[in-house]
Protein backbone atom coordinates (compact mmCIF):
# COMPACT_ATOMS: atom_id res chain seq x y z
CA UNK A 1 0.00 0.00 0.00
CA UNK A 2 3.07 2.26 0.74
CA UNK A 3 4.65 1.84 -2.75
CA UNK A 4 1.14 2.75 -3.98
CA UNK A 5 1.29 6.05 -2.77
CA UNK A 6 4.56 6.93 -3.38
CA UNK A 7 3.96 6.19 -6.71
CA UNK A 8 0.90 7.93 -6.94
CA UNK A 9 2.60 10.81 -5.53
CA UNK A 10 5.48 10.49 -8.36
CA UNK A 11 3.31 10.39 -10.91
CA UNK A 12 1.04 13.26 -9.57
CA UNK A 13 4.44 15.74 -9.59
CA UNK A 14 5.45 14.73 -13.26
CA UNK A 15 2.54 16.42 -14.67
CA UNK A 16 3.73 18.66 -16.81
CA UNK A 17 3.46 22.31 -15.99
CA UNK A 18 1.83 24.59 -18.72
CA UNK A 19 4.70 26.81 -20.14
CA UNK A 20 2.72 30.47 -19.49
CA UNK A 21 2.89 29.37 -16.26
CA UNK A 22 6.22 27.92 -15.96
CA UNK A 23 7.95 30.84 -17.86
CA UNK A 24 5.17 33.77 -15.92
CA UNK A 25 7.73 36.92 -15.33
CA UNK A 26 9.46 37.06 -11.98
CA UNK A 27 10.88 40.32 -12.35
CA UNK A 28 9.91 43.80 -14.38
CA UNK A 29 12.54 43.32 -16.80
CA UNK A 30 11.15 40.03 -17.90
CA UNK A 31 8.03 41.64 -18.43
CA UNK A 32 7.98 41.45 -22.72
CA UNK A 33 6.29 44.83 -24.28
CA UNK A 34 5.56 46.99 -21.46
CA UNK A 35 8.18 49.01 -20.41
CA UNK A 36 6.46 52.19 -20.05
CA UNK A 37 4.22 50.56 -16.91
CA UNK A 38 7.15 48.72 -15.38
CA UNK A 39 9.79 51.38 -15.72
CA UNK A 40 7.47 53.55 -13.59
CA UNK A 41 6.56 51.15 -11.34
CA UNK A 42 10.48 50.30 -10.95
CA UNK A 43 10.70 54.14 -10.00
CA UNK A 44 8.03 54.43 -7.56
CA UNK A 45 9.00 51.60 -5.84
CA UNK A 46 12.67 53.05 -5.28
CA UNK A 47 11.09 55.91 -4.33
CA UNK A 48 8.75 55.10 -1.91
CA UNK A 49 6.21 56.92 -3.60
CA UNK A 50 3.56 53.51 -3.75
CA UNK A 51 0.15 54.64 -4.38
CA UNK A 52 -3.05 52.91 -2.62
CA UNK A 53 -4.88 52.17 -5.60
CA UNK A 54 -3.67 51.24 -9.20
CA UNK A 55 -5.99 50.22 -12.36
CA UNK A 56 -4.59 47.92 -15.18
CA UNK A 57 -5.67 48.40 -18.18
CA UNK A 58 -5.63 46.10 -21.25
CA UNK A 59 -6.09 43.47 -23.62
CA UNK A 60 -6.03 39.80 -22.59
CA UNK A 61 -2.47 38.10 -21.82
CA UNK A 62 -0.66 41.28 -22.31
CA UNK A 63 0.62 41.12 -18.04
CA UNK A 64 -1.80 42.93 -16.59
CA UNK A 65 -2.09 40.27 -13.75
CA UNK A 66 1.64 39.16 -14.02
CA UNK A 67 2.60 42.83 -13.34
CA UNK A 68 0.79 43.43 -10.41
CA UNK A 69 1.85 40.19 -8.45
CA UNK A 70 5.59 41.72 -9.20
CA UNK A 71 4.66 44.86 -7.90
CA UNK A 72 3.10 43.15 -4.77
CA UNK A 73 6.25 41.44 -4.56
CA UNK A 74 8.76 44.29 -5.25
CA UNK A 75 7.30 46.45 -2.52
CA UNK A 76 6.93 44.07 -0.13
CA UNK A 77 10.80 43.33 -0.41
CA UNK A 78 11.62 46.99 -0.95
CA UNK A 79 15.01 47.79 1.45
CA UNK A 80 16.00 43.84 1.46
CA UNK A 81 18.86 42.63 -0.33
CA UNK A 82 17.33 40.51 -3.44
CA UNK A 83 19.65 37.53 -2.80
CA UNK A 84 18.96 37.18 0.81
CA UNK A 85 16.65 34.56 2.12
CA UNK A 86 13.86 36.59 3.86
CA UNK A 87 13.83 38.59 0.31
CA UNK A 88 13.56 34.80 -1.67
CA UNK A 89 11.23 33.50 0.65
CA UNK A 90 8.32 36.66 -0.15
CA UNK A 91 9.09 35.94 -3.68
CA UNK A 92 8.66 32.65 -3.58
CA UNK A 93 5.57 32.65 -1.52
CA UNK A 94 4.35 35.07 -3.79
CA UNK A 95 4.97 33.54 -6.64
CA UNK A 96 3.15 30.45 -5.87
CA UNK A 97 0.21 32.18 -4.44
CA UNK A 98 1.23 30.81 -0.42
CA UNK A 99 0.90 34.71 0.91
CA UNK A 100 -1.63 35.16 2.94
CA UNK A 101 -1.29 39.15 2.66
CA UNK A 102 -1.68 39.15 -1.42
CA UNK A 103 -5.33 38.35 -1.95
CA UNK A 104 -6.37 37.99 -5.70
CA UNK A 105 -9.76 37.95 -6.53
CA UNK A 106 -11.91 37.04 -9.60
CA UNK A 107 -14.59 39.61 -10.16
CA UNK A 108 -16.28 37.95 -12.42
CA UNK A 109 -17.32 35.06 -10.01
CA UNK A 110 -17.50 37.79 -6.53
CA UNK A 111 -19.43 40.29 -8.44
CA UNK A 112 -21.75 40.89 -5.07
CA UNK A 113 -21.84 43.83 -2.78
CA UNK A 114 -21.09 41.03 -0.11
CA UNK A 115 -17.93 40.18 -1.36
CA UNK A 116 -16.42 43.91 -1.40
CA UNK A 117 -18.04 44.26 2.35
CA UNK A 118 -16.06 41.14 3.44
CA UNK A 119 -12.75 42.72 1.84
CA UNK A 120 -13.89 46.08 3.66
CA UNK A 121 -14.25 43.99 7.19
CA UNK A 122 -10.86 42.99 6.35
CA UNK A 123 -8.68 45.86 5.31
CA UNK A 124 -8.41 47.25 9.00
CA UNK A 125 -6.29 44.24 9.94
CA UNK A 126 -2.72 44.60 9.81
CA UNK A 127 -0.94 42.43 7.48
CA UNK A 128 0.05 39.12 9.04
CA UNK A 129 3.71 38.21 7.88
CA UNK A 130 4.64 41.13 5.11
CA UNK A 131 4.69 44.92 4.77
CA UNK A 132 2.01 45.69 2.49
CA UNK A 133 -1.75 43.79 2.07
CA UNK A 134 -2.13 43.62 -1.65
CA UNK A 135 -5.32 43.26 -3.03
CA UNK A 136 -5.49 41.98 -7.07
CA UNK A 137 -9.32 41.92 -8.33
CA UNK A 138 -9.03 41.02 -12.14
CA UNK A 139 -11.72 41.39 -14.30
CA UNK A 140 -12.71 44.59 -12.23
CA UNK A 141 -15.29 45.69 -14.88
CA UNK A 142 -17.40 42.92 -13.81
CA UNK A 143 -18.27 44.06 -10.29
CA UNK A 144 -21.90 45.63 -9.55
CA UNK A 145 -22.76 48.80 -9.45
CA UNK A 146 -23.52 48.08 -5.60
CA UNK A 147 -20.34 46.58 -5.27
CA UNK A 148 -18.33 49.69 -6.98
CA UNK A 149 -20.26 52.07 -4.46
CA UNK A 150 -19.28 49.64 -1.16
CA UNK A 151 -15.87 49.97 -2.67
CA UNK A 152 -15.48 53.52 -3.25
CA UNK A 153 -14.69 54.43 0.60
CA UNK A 154 -11.84 52.22 0.71
CA UNK A 155 -10.43 53.01 -2.03
CA UNK A 156 -10.43 56.77 -1.13
CA UNK A 157 -9.05 56.39 1.82
CA UNK A 158 -7.61 52.70 2.50
CA UNK A 159 -5.09 52.02 5.87
CA UNK A 160 -1.32 52.85 4.81
CA UNK A 161 -0.46 49.11 4.81
CA UNK A 162 -3.20 48.05 1.81
CA UNK A 163 -2.88 48.44 -1.92
CA UNK A 164 -5.56 47.96 -4.50
CA UNK A 165 -4.72 46.27 -7.75
CA UNK A 166 -7.81 46.34 -10.56
CA UNK A 167 -7.05 44.73 -13.19
CA UNK A 168 -9.75 45.05 -16.52
CA UNK A 169 -10.23 44.45 -20.14
CA UNK A 170 -13.01 47.00 -20.28
CA UNK A 171 -12.62 50.29 -18.26
CA UNK A 172 -15.61 51.88 -20.07
CA UNK A 173 -17.72 49.64 -17.30
CA UNK A 174 -15.40 50.95 -14.49
CA UNK A 175 -17.44 54.01 -12.98
CA UNK A 176 -15.90 57.34 -13.06
CA UNK A 177 -16.07 57.63 -9.26
CA UNK A 178 -13.33 54.59 -8.96
CA UNK A 179 -11.21 55.83 -12.03
CA UNK A 180 -10.53 59.04 -10.66
CA UNK A 181 -8.98 57.20 -7.31
CA UNK A 182 -6.82 55.17 -8.89
CA UNK A 183 -3.19 55.79 -10.75
CA UNK A 184 -4.17 54.06 -14.45
CA UNK A 185 -1.72 52.10 -16.43
CA UNK A 186 -2.34 51.14 -20.31
CA UNK A 187 -0.80 47.65 -20.78
CA UNK A 188 -0.25 47.29 -24.99
CA UNK A 189 -0.83 44.64 -27.63
CA UNK A 190 2.44 43.15 -27.39
CA UNK A 191 3.77 43.71 -31.09
CA UNK A 192 4.66 41.04 -33.16
CA UNK A 193 8.34 40.67 -33.52
CA UNK A 194 8.45 41.06 -29.46
CA UNK A 195 6.55 37.75 -29.40
CA UNK A 196 8.56 35.81 -31.76
CA UNK A 197 11.67 37.04 -30.17
CA UNK A 198 9.95 35.67 -26.67
CA UNK A 199 8.81 32.30 -28.01
CA UNK A 200 12.41 31.48 -29.60
CA UNK A 201 13.71 32.02 -25.96
CA UNK A 202 10.95 29.71 -25.17
CA UNK A 203 11.92 27.33 -27.73
CA UNK A 204 15.47 27.11 -27.17
CA UNK A 205 14.85 26.65 -23.11
CA UNK A 206 12.77 23.88 -23.51
CA UNK A 207 14.35 22.26 -26.32
CA UNK A 208 11.54 22.31 -29.07
CA UNK A 209 12.43 22.94 -32.62
CA UNK A 210 10.59 25.74 -34.99
CA UNK A 211 11.39 27.28 -38.13
CA UNK A 212 10.96 31.23 -37.47
CA UNK A 213 7.85 30.90 -39.82
CA UNK A 214 6.20 29.08 -37.42
CA UNK A 215 7.00 31.17 -34.52
CA UNK A 216 5.54 34.30 -36.78
CA UNK A 217 2.31 32.19 -37.70
CA UNK A 218 1.53 31.89 -33.78
CA UNK A 219 2.51 35.63 -33.10
CA UNK A 220 0.25 36.87 -36.19
CA UNK A 221 -2.63 34.83 -34.75
CA UNK A 222 -2.19 35.19 -30.80
CA UNK A 223 -3.07 39.14 -32.15
CA UNK A 224 -0.83 40.87 -29.38
CA UNK A 225 -1.70 38.19 -26.46
CA UNK A 226 1.98 36.85 -25.46
CA UNK A 227 0.09 34.19 -23.05
CA UNK A 228 -2.03 33.08 -26.07
CA UNK A 229 1.32 32.71 -28.14
CA UNK A 230 2.97 30.64 -25.18
CA UNK A 231 -0.11 28.32 -24.73
CA UNK A 232 -0.29 27.75 -28.34
CA UNK A 233 3.44 27.03 -28.57
CA UNK A 234 2.94 24.23 -25.99
CA UNK A 235 0.26 22.67 -27.65
CA UNK A 236 2.10 22.59 -30.71
CA UNK A 237 5.27 21.00 -29.14
CA UNK A 238 2.95 18.43 -27.25
CA UNK A 239 1.57 17.01 -30.70
CA UNK A 240 4.49 17.35 -33.10
CA UNK A 241 7.11 15.52 -30.79
CA UNK A 242 8.56 18.96 -30.01
CA UNK A 243 9.01 20.14 -34.24
CA UNK A 244 6.83 22.94 -35.58
CA UNK A 245 6.30 23.87 -38.74
CA UNK A 246 4.15 26.27 -40.74
CA UNK A 247 2.16 23.23 -41.71
CA UNK A 248 1.56 21.84 -38.38
CA UNK A 249 0.29 25.57 -37.00
CA UNK A 250 -2.11 26.16 -39.71
CA UNK A 251 -3.29 22.48 -39.17
CA UNK A 252 -3.69 23.73 -35.46
CA UNK A 253 -5.63 26.96 -36.27
CA UNK A 254 -7.52 25.61 -39.00
CA UNK A 255 -6.17 28.07 -41.50
CA UNK A 256 -5.02 28.09 -44.93
CA UNK A 257 -1.39 28.86 -46.38
CA UNK A 258 -0.16 32.39 -47.87
CA UNK A 259 -0.92 31.12 -51.79
CA UNK A 260 -4.46 30.36 -50.85
CA UNK A 261 -5.15 33.81 -49.51
CA UNK A 262 -2.97 35.23 -52.36
CA UNK A 263 -5.09 33.40 -54.90
CA UNK A 264 -8.41 34.85 -53.22
CA UNK A 265 -7.04 38.56 -53.50
CA UNK A 266 -5.54 38.19 -57.25
CA UNK A 267 -9.22 37.12 -58.10
CA UNK A 268 -10.80 40.07 -56.46
CA UNK A 269 -8.27 41.96 -58.55
CA UNK A 270 -9.18 39.72 -61.68
CA UNK A 271 -12.39 39.97 -60.64
CA UNK A 272 -12.58 36.11 -61.55
CA UNK A 273 -15.58 34.17 -60.08
CA UNK A 274 -14.19 30.67 -60.66
CA UNK A 275 -10.74 31.15 -59.76
CA UNK A 276 -11.40 32.72 -55.98
CA UNK A 277 -14.11 30.19 -55.50
CA UNK A 278 -11.79 27.21 -56.88
CA UNK A 279 -9.27 28.50 -54.26
CA UNK A 280 -11.76 28.29 -51.46
CA UNK A 281 -12.74 24.82 -51.77
CA UNK A 282 -9.92 23.76 -52.26
CA UNK A 283 -8.76 24.78 -48.97
CA UNK A 284 -11.45 23.45 -47.09
CA UNK A 285 -11.09 20.14 -48.46
CA UNK A 286 -7.85 20.31 -46.82
CA UNK A 287 -9.44 21.22 -43.51
CA UNK A 288 -9.04 24.56 -43.69
CA UNK A 289 -11.72 26.18 -41.45
CA UNK A 290 -14.05 28.94 -43.47
CA UNK A 291 -14.07 31.36 -40.31
CA UNK A 292 -10.34 31.18 -40.41
CA UNK A 293 -9.59 31.70 -43.89
CA UNK A 294 -12.39 34.99 -43.39
CA UNK A 295 -9.84 36.11 -40.84
CA UNK A 296 -6.79 36.02 -43.05
CA UNK A 297 -8.93 37.68 -45.83
CA UNK A 298 -9.55 40.43 -43.29
CA UNK A 299 -5.75 40.56 -42.08
CA UNK A 300 -4.27 40.73 -45.65
CA UNK A 301 -7.01 43.30 -46.71
CA UNK A 302 -6.47 45.46 -43.65
CA UNK A 303 -2.28 45.64 -44.76
CA UNK A 304 -3.07 45.97 -47.75
CA UNK A 305 -4.89 49.22 -46.94
CA UNK A 306 -2.21 50.43 -45.05
CA UNK A 307 0.54 49.74 -47.39
CA UNK A 308 -2.07 51.89 -49.50
CA UNK A 309 -2.05 54.68 -47.32
CA UNK A 310 1.83 54.68 -46.97
CA UNK A 311 3.79 57.00 -48.67
CA UNK A 312 6.41 54.40 -49.45
CA UNK A 313 5.32 50.29 -49.29
CA UNK A 314 8.58 49.10 -49.28
CA UNK A 315 10.00 51.01 -46.22
CA UNK A 316 7.59 48.63 -44.31
CA UNK A 317 9.48 48.93 -41.31
CA UNK A 318 7.77 52.28 -40.37
CA UNK A 319 4.77 50.53 -40.32
CA UNK A 320 5.27 48.64 -37.56
CA UNK A 321 1.59 49.05 -36.23
CA UNK A 322 -0.04 48.52 -39.38
CA UNK A 323 1.22 45.55 -41.16
CA UNK A 324 4.03 44.31 -38.15
CA UNK A 325 4.80 40.40 -38.34
CA UNK A 326 5.11 40.37 -42.47
CA UNK A 327 8.54 39.67 -44.34
CA UNK A 328 10.42 41.63 -46.30
CA UNK A 329 8.76 39.38 -49.31
CA UNK A 330 5.04 40.23 -48.29
CA UNK A 331 5.87 43.53 -48.00
CA UNK A 332 6.75 43.57 -51.31
CA UNK A 333 4.22 41.06 -52.33
CA UNK A 334 1.71 43.25 -50.67
CA UNK A 335 2.44 46.70 -52.67
CA UNK A 336 2.23 44.86 -55.84
CA UNK A 337 -1.38 44.10 -54.56
CA UNK A 338 -2.02 47.21 -53.62
CA UNK A 339 -1.51 48.82 -56.83
CA UNK A 340 -3.85 47.35 -58.36
CA UNK A 341 -6.78 47.71 -56.03
CA UNK A 342 -8.75 51.21 -55.10
CA UNK A 343 -9.16 52.25 -51.45
CA UNK A 344 -13.09 51.96 -52.61
CA UNK A 345 -11.97 48.13 -53.23
CA UNK A 346 -10.23 46.88 -50.10
CA UNK A 347 -13.00 49.32 -48.11
CA UNK A 348 -15.52 47.36 -49.95
CA UNK A 349 -14.01 43.98 -49.34
CA UNK A 350 -12.86 45.14 -45.59
CA UNK A 351 -16.80 45.34 -44.87
CA UNK A 352 -17.69 42.26 -46.80
CA UNK A 353 -15.55 40.00 -45.18
CA UNK A 354 -15.91 41.25 -41.72
CA UNK A 355 -20.02 40.89 -41.74
CA UNK A 356 -19.35 37.04 -43.27
CA UNK A 357 -17.48 36.75 -39.90
CA UNK A 358 -20.07 37.77 -38.02
CA UNK A 359 -22.51 36.17 -40.02
CA UNK A 360 -21.11 32.90 -39.57
CA UNK A 361 -21.56 32.53 -36.24
CA UNK A 362 -25.01 31.92 -36.66
CA UNK A 363 -24.96 30.00 -40.28
CA UNK A 364 -25.16 26.36 -40.05
CA UNK A 365 -22.69 26.22 -43.22
CA UNK A 366 -20.13 28.40 -42.54
CA UNK A 367 -18.46 28.27 -46.02
CA UNK A 368 -21.62 30.13 -47.58
CA UNK A 369 -21.29 33.30 -45.87
CA UNK A 370 -17.64 33.04 -47.51
CA UNK A 371 -18.40 32.49 -50.34
CA UNK A 372 -20.50 35.10 -50.78
CA UNK A 373 -18.61 37.86 -49.74
CA UNK A 374 -16.24 36.95 -52.17
CA UNK A 375 -19.00 37.06 -54.84
CA UNK A 376 -20.13 40.56 -53.42
CA UNK A 377 -16.51 41.54 -53.96
CA UNK A 378 -15.51 40.85 -57.30
CA UNK A 379 -19.38 40.90 -59.52
CA UNK A 380 -20.47 44.35 -60.46
CA UNK A 381 -24.08 45.50 -60.20
CA UNK A 382 -26.03 44.97 -63.37
CA UNK A 383 -26.11 48.42 -65.02
CA UNK A 384 -23.71 49.95 -62.63
CA UNK A 385 -21.79 52.29 -65.33
CA UNK A 386 -18.03 51.79 -65.23
CA UNK A 387 -16.34 54.32 -63.79
CA UNK A 388 -14.67 57.31 -65.93
CA UNK A 389 -11.30 59.01 -65.07
CA UNK A 390 -12.42 62.77 -65.12
CA UNK A 391 -11.47 65.00 -67.90
CA UNK A 392 -8.42 67.13 -67.74
CA UNK A 393 -8.72 71.05 -67.49
CA UNK A 394 -7.17 70.99 -71.19
CA UNK A 395 -10.00 68.37 -72.52
CA UNK A 396 -12.91 70.15 -70.76
CA UNK A 397 -11.85 73.59 -72.02
CA UNK A 398 -11.62 72.19 -75.74
CA UNK A 399 -14.45 70.58 -75.82
CA UNK A 400 -16.55 74.29 -73.85
CA UNK A 401 -15.03 75.41 -77.02
CA UNK A 402 -16.00 73.08 -79.60
CA UNK A 403 -20.23 73.21 -78.33
CA UNK A 404 -20.03 77.21 -77.26
CA UNK A 405 -22.74 79.00 -79.56
CA UNK A 406 -21.23 80.75 -83.32
CA UNK A 407 -23.28 83.78 -82.18
CA UNK A 408 -25.28 85.63 -79.19
CA UNK A 409 -27.86 83.55 -78.31
CA UNK A 410 -29.60 82.14 -75.21
CA UNK A 411 -27.52 80.44 -73.00
CA UNK A 412 -27.59 76.53 -73.35
CA UNK A 413 -29.58 74.78 -70.28
CA UNK A 414 -27.99 72.67 -68.11
CA UNK A 415 -29.06 68.79 -68.14
CA UNK A 416 -30.09 67.52 -64.63
CA UNK A 417 -30.69 64.00 -64.39
CA UNK A 418 -34.35 62.79 -64.41
CA UNK A 419 -35.81 62.49 -61.67
CA UNK A 420 -37.31 58.88 -60.51
CA UNK A 421 -40.72 58.14 -61.93
CA UNK A 422 -43.69 58.31 -59.31
CA UNK A 423 -46.03 55.30 -59.51
CA UNK A 424 -49.34 56.33 -60.79
CA UNK A 425 -52.14 57.02 -58.43
CA UNK A 426 -50.09 56.10 -55.68
CA UNK A 427 -49.77 52.85 -56.39
CA UNK A 428 -46.33 50.60 -56.93
CA UNK A 429 -46.47 49.12 -60.07
CA UNK A 430 -44.28 46.87 -62.46
CA UNK A 431 -43.06 49.21 -64.79
CA UNK A 432 -42.16 52.08 -62.01
CA UNK A 433 -40.02 49.49 -60.27
CA UNK A 434 -38.72 47.66 -63.04
CA UNK A 435 -37.36 50.75 -64.40
CA UNK A 436 -35.71 51.89 -61.02
CA UNK A 437 -34.60 48.14 -60.28
CA UNK A 438 -31.20 48.64 -60.78
CA UNK A 439 -30.83 51.61 -58.68
CA UNK A 440 -33.05 49.49 -56.09
CA UNK A 441 -30.43 47.04 -55.69
CA UNK A 442 -27.70 49.78 -54.97
CA UNK A 443 -29.75 51.44 -52.29
CA UNK A 444 -30.26 47.71 -50.72
CA UNK A 445 -26.22 47.30 -51.28
CA UNK A 446 -25.81 50.47 -49.23
CA UNK A 447 -27.53 48.91 -45.69
CA UNK A 448 -26.99 45.22 -46.57
CA UNK A 449 -24.41 43.55 -49.55
CA UNK A 450 -25.45 39.98 -49.03
CA UNK A 451 -28.83 40.71 -49.62
CA UNK A 452 -28.59 42.92 -52.98
CA UNK A 453 -26.18 40.32 -53.81
CA UNK A 454 -28.97 37.85 -53.92
CA UNK A 455 -31.36 40.12 -55.42
CA UNK A 456 -29.16 40.07 -58.12
CA UNK A 457 -29.99 36.53 -58.60
CA UNK A 458 -33.61 36.99 -58.54
CA UNK A 459 -35.79 38.95 -61.16
CA UNK A 460 -38.81 40.99 -61.07
CA UNK A 461 -41.54 39.06 -62.19
CA UNK A 462 -45.13 41.08 -60.90
CA UNK A 463 -46.36 43.55 -58.58
CA UNK A 464 -49.94 43.09 -57.31
CA UNK A 465 -51.83 44.15 -54.18
CA UNK A 466 -49.12 46.01 -52.40
CA UNK A 467 -46.93 42.82 -53.03
CA UNK A 468 -43.43 42.10 -55.26
CA UNK A 469 -43.20 38.80 -56.68
CA UNK A 470 -39.86 37.94 -57.44
CA UNK A 471 -38.74 34.78 -59.39
CA UNK A 472 -35.25 33.52 -57.80
CA UNK A 473 -32.58 31.72 -60.24
CA UNK A 474 -31.75 28.78 -57.54
CA UNK A 475 -32.16 28.08 -54.07
CA UNK A 476 -29.42 30.21 -52.13
CA UNK A 477 -31.34 33.80 -52.86
CA UNK A 478 -35.12 31.50 -52.36
CA UNK A 479 -33.71 30.94 -48.96
CA UNK A 480 -31.30 33.53 -48.10
CA UNK A 481 -33.95 36.18 -48.89
CA UNK A 482 -36.35 34.52 -46.41
CA UNK A 483 -34.38 34.93 -43.74
CA UNK A 484 -35.67 38.26 -41.39
CA UNK A 485 -32.33 40.37 -41.64
CA UNK A 486 -32.05 40.29 -45.03
CA UNK A 487 -36.18 40.36 -46.39
CA UNK A 488 -36.35 43.48 -43.44
CA UNK A 489 -33.40 45.36 -45.21
CA UNK A 490 -35.14 44.67 -48.61
CA UNK A 491 -38.75 45.71 -47.27
CA UNK A 492 -37.00 48.88 -45.24
CA UNK A 493 -35.51 50.14 -49.17
CA UNK A 494 -38.61 49.19 -51.12
CA UNK A 495 -41.29 51.10 -48.64
CA UNK A 496 -38.71 54.09 -48.25
CA UNK A 497 -37.93 54.32 -52.15
CA UNK A 498 -41.73 54.16 -53.38
CA UNK A 499 -43.36 55.66 -49.65
CA UNK A 500 -45.51 52.93 -49.45
CA UNK A 501 -46.58 49.39 -47.75
CA UNK A 502 -45.02 46.66 -49.31
CA UNK A 503 -44.07 43.17 -49.11
CA UNK A 504 -42.04 40.85 -51.23
CA UNK A 505 -42.83 37.19 -52.46
CA UNK A 506 -40.29 34.76 -53.96
CA UNK A 507 -40.71 31.48 -55.95
CA UNK A 508 -38.46 29.32 -57.41
CA UNK A 509 -38.20 29.79 -61.40
CA UNK A 510 -35.78 28.62 -64.04
CA UNK A 511 -34.01 31.36 -66.26
CA UNK A 512 -34.90 32.31 -69.64
CA UNK A 513 -32.94 30.17 -71.97
CA UNK A 514 -31.33 32.39 -73.64
CA UNK A 515 -29.23 32.96 -70.20
CA UNK A 516 -27.06 30.43 -69.98
CA UNK A 517 -26.56 28.91 -66.34
CA UNK A 518 -22.96 28.13 -67.12
CA UNK A 519 -22.49 32.20 -66.50
CA UNK A 520 -24.05 32.11 -63.02
CA UNK A 521 -20.98 32.52 -60.49
CA UNK A 522 -23.13 30.79 -57.53
CA UNK A 523 -24.07 27.28 -60.30
CA UNK A 524 -20.69 26.83 -61.65
CA UNK A 525 -19.77 26.83 -57.74
CA UNK A 526 -22.72 24.52 -57.27
CA UNK A 527 -21.71 22.21 -59.92
CA UNK A 528 -18.06 22.24 -58.87
CA UNK A 529 -19.01 20.90 -55.57
CA UNK A 530 -21.07 17.97 -57.10
CA UNK A 531 -24.61 19.79 -57.20
CA UNK A 532 -26.79 19.38 -60.39
CA UNK A 533 -28.93 22.12 -62.22
CA UNK A 534 -32.61 21.16 -62.30
CA UNK A 535 -34.55 22.04 -65.40
Not at 431 to 457: C, D, M
Request: one cysteine or more; glycine letters at 6%; hydrophobic letters at 40%.
Amino acid sequence: MTNYHLTHRDTLSDVAEALYRKWRPKTFDEVVGQEHVTTTLKNQVASGRIGHAYLFVGSRGCGKTTSARIFAKEVNIAGLEPDSPRAKQIAEAIAEGRALDVIEIDAASHTGVDDIREIRERVGFQPSELRYKVYIIDEAHMLSTAAFNALLKTLEEPPPHVIFILATTDPQKIPATVLSRCQRFNFRRVPIDKIVARLRQLCEAEGIEADDHALRLIARHAAGSLRDAVSLLDQLASSSTMRISAADVREALGATDAATVRALVDGLIARDTGAGFDAIQNALDQGADARQIARQMVERLRALLQVKVSRAPQQAPALTDSIDGWSEAERIELAAQAEKLSMAQLKHAVHAFSEAINEMRSATDAQLPLEMAYLDCVVEPEGMPAAVPPPTRVAQAGRAASQAPAGPGPAPATTQPAPAPAPPGGELTYEALKAQWQQFIREVNAVNKPAAALLRSCDLYAVAGGVVHLHAHHDIPLIRLQEPKNKTSVVATLNRMFNGQYDIRISLQQRQVDLDAEEDPVLKAAKRMGGMVRR
